[in-house]
Structures are given as C-alpha cells and as structure tokens.
C-alpha cells in the first residue's frame, strides 16, 4: 500500500506514514484510516516519501527512524530544507531512539510498541 489514501477530500489533513515494515505500516494505515478523516499516504523508505512531497503538503510526518537506505532523522533533515516543509510537525518512531532524535526540535517521539489510540489522539492534538 504505498502512497495510496483512502480519501480524496482535498480538506482532509494528510499524513504520510513511512515506515519500511510492510506489516507495521499496513496495520497502521488501516488503523487510522478507518478510525479517523485523515487521508494517508504510505511509503516504504524515505525516497519514496520524498517523492510524495512533491505533490502534497502534508501536515504532519510518521516516520519509522530505521529505514534501512536513511534513517528517518535523516529524513527529516531532508523534509526541513523544503520550505513548505520546515514547520511540518514531526513524528518518529522506533523501540530504540537516538539521544539526537530528543534534541530535534519540532520532533516528537513515539516509542514502540504503542497503542494504536494513542497514536491517533497523538494526530488529534497536533491537528487541533
């Protein structure tokens, strides 16, 4: 399921989820998919979030931080050098986080594993 969304509602606030486990990113996608109006755009790995980004604004990131080709810290670092991009908020996931990750501003951490809800009052109160 790579940069599909389920809704086609240009009002919907989009959510890319990059994570490059299949199963965690289905499951995730499903999830808020049919638990909430965001529409969501799956990638695998980091250059196929980027090359989403070049079509739509999302407003906020779920990035898994181990993406195998880059890491989702350096994502980041690629997603703030685009301008409508460098305010974005930003979601990392991982069960082992970086130090560094915590001294990035604007950068939220989500240790895994984690409620499914949580996650999504997680969008909820950064989407107010």
Do not use: N, W
Not at 8 to 31: F, L
Not at 47 to 75: C, E, N, R, W
Not at 78 to 95: D, F, G, Q, V, Y
């Amino acid at each position: 399921m790579d940069a599909q969304s389920e809704s086609d509602d240009p009002s919907a606030k989009t959510i890319p989820i990059v994570d490059d486990d299949p199963d965690i990113r289905e499951i995730v996608v499903q999830y808020i998919q049919a638990e909430t109006p965001y529409q969501i755009f799956a990638a695998p790995d980091g250059f196929t979030a980027l090359k989403i980004v070049q079509t739509i604004v999302p407003h906020v990131f779920l990035l898994d931080y181990h993406l195998g080709s880059m890491t989702g810290l350096q994502l980041v670092t690629h997603l703030r050098s685009i301008k409508e991009h460098e305010r974005t908020p930003m979601i990392l996931m991982s069960a082992q986080m970086p130090k560094e990750v915590s001294e990035q501003p604007g950068v939220r951490i989500l240790h895994k594993p984690f409620e499914l809800d949580d996650l999504a009052q997680l969008f909820a109160s950064i989407l107010m």
